[in-house]
C-alpha cells in the first residue's frame, strides 16, 4: 500500500488481529455463522497482506493478478449466498472492492511503478458506502438507553462487530490512501 508508513504497518496490525481472530473463530462455528467468519478471516488476511508498506515489501506484479482471482472468487460465493441473508452483501462489496484494488494497483505498478488513483467515480462511491458502513457499525456498538449498567461482555457478538468494525474502517483508509 502506498502512503506512510506507519499509517500501512498500522492497517498490517489491524487487519492481520481480526483476520486472526475469524480464523480463531472457525473452529467454533458452524453452517451460515462459520461462512460469514470465514469471509471475515479472508478478508483480514488479505487486506493485512495489501498494507504492507512498499518501502518494506514490493509485490511482485502477478501478486495483484493472484489477489484479483482469489476475491473474484470469494465475490461469486457471496453472491451465490446472498439470498441467505444482507451480511452477504456487504461481503460481496468488500470482495469487489478487494478485487478493484487489486486491479487498481497492478494497473499503477505496470505502468509507473506507483499506485494508480483508480476510477475516481468508484473510489468514491466505495468511500462513500464505507463510511456509511463505519458509521452505523460504531453506532450499534454504542449502548442505547439512559444509564449504562455493568454487564457481561458477549465475546462472539459484541468482539465479531468490533472486528467488522475494524475491517471496515481499514477498508476505508485503503481507498483512501488509493
Same mark, same amino acid.
Not at 455463522?33 to 509485490?59: D, Q
Not at 456509511?132 to 459484541?158: D, I, K, M, Q, S
Given at each position: %500500500?502506498?502512503? =506512510?508508513?506507519?499509517?500501512?504497518?498500522?492497517?498490517?496490525?489491524?487487519?492481520?488481529?481480526?483476520? /486472526? #481472530?475469524?480464523?480463531?473463530?472457525? +473452529?467454533? +462455528?458452524? $453452517?451460515? *455463522? +462459520?461462512?460469514a467468519?470465514?469471509?471475515?478471516?479472508?478478508? $483480514?488476511?488479505?487486506?493485512?497482506? %495489501?498494507? !504492507?508498506?512498499?518501502?518494506?515489501?514490493? =509485490?511482485?506484479?502477478?501478486?495483484?493478478?493472484?489477489?484479483?482471482? !482469489? @476475491?473474484g472468487?470469494?465475490?461469486?460465493?457471496?453472491?451465490?449466498?446472498?439470498?441467505?441473508?444482507v451480511?452477504?452483501?456487504?461481503?460481496?462489496? $468488500?470482495?469487489?472492492?478487494?478485487? @478493484?484494488?487489486?486491479?487498481?494497483?497492478? *494497473?499503477?505498478?505496470?505502468? *509507473?511503478?506507483? /499506485?494508480?488513483?483508480?476510477? &475516481?467515480?468508484?473510489?468514491? /462511491?466505495?468511500?462513500?458506502? @464505507?463510511?456509511? #458502513?463505519?458509521?452505523?457499525?460504531?453506532? +450499534?456498538?454504542?449502548?442505547?438507553?439512559?444509564?449504562?449498567? &455493568?454487564? =457481561?461482555?458477549?465475546?462472539?457478538?459484541?468482539?465479531?462487530?468490533?472486528?467488522?468494525?475494524?475491517?471496515?474502517? /481499514? %477498508?476505508?483508509? %485503503?481507498?483512501?490512501?488509493?
Amino acid at each position: %500500500m502506498h502512503g =506512510p508508513a506507519v499509517s500501512g504497518w498500522l492497517l498490517v496490525a489491524l487487519c492481520a488481529g481480526t483476520g /486472526a #481472530y475469524g480464523l480463531v473463530q472457525l +473452529r467454533t +462455528r458452524s $453452517g451460515p *455463522s +462459520r461462512e460469514a467468519v470465514g469471509g471475515e478471516a479472508l478478508m $483480514g488476511c488479505g487486506m493485512a497482506a %495489501m498494507a !504492507v508498506p512498499t518501502a518494506a515489501f514490493a =509485490p511482485p506484479d502477478w501478486a495483484w493478478t493472484v489477489y484479483a482471482v !482469489v @476475491y473474484g472468487g470469494a465475490a461469486i460465493a457471496a453472491l451465490r449466498a446472498l439470498h441467505r441473508g444482507v451480511d452477504h452483501l456487504h461481503h460481496l462489496i $468488500g470482495f469487489l472492492a478487494m478485487v @478493484y484494488m487489486a486491479v487498481a494497483m497492478a *494497473s499503477g505498478t505496470a505502468h *509507473s511503478g506507483h /499506485a494508480a488513483g483508480g476510477l &475516481p467515480l468508484l473510489t468514491g /462511491a466505495l468511500v462513500l458506502y @464505507y463510511t456509511g #458502513y463505519v458509521l452505523g457499525a460504531a453506532g +450499534r456498538l454504542v449502548p442505547t438507553g439512559g444509564a449504562v449498567r &455493568p454487564r =457481561p461482555l458477549e465475546v462472539p457478538t459484541e468482539m465479531l462487530a468490533a472486528c467488522r468494525l475494524a475491517m471496515g474502517t /481499514a %477498508m476505508l483508509a %485503503m481507498l483512501l490512501m488509493l
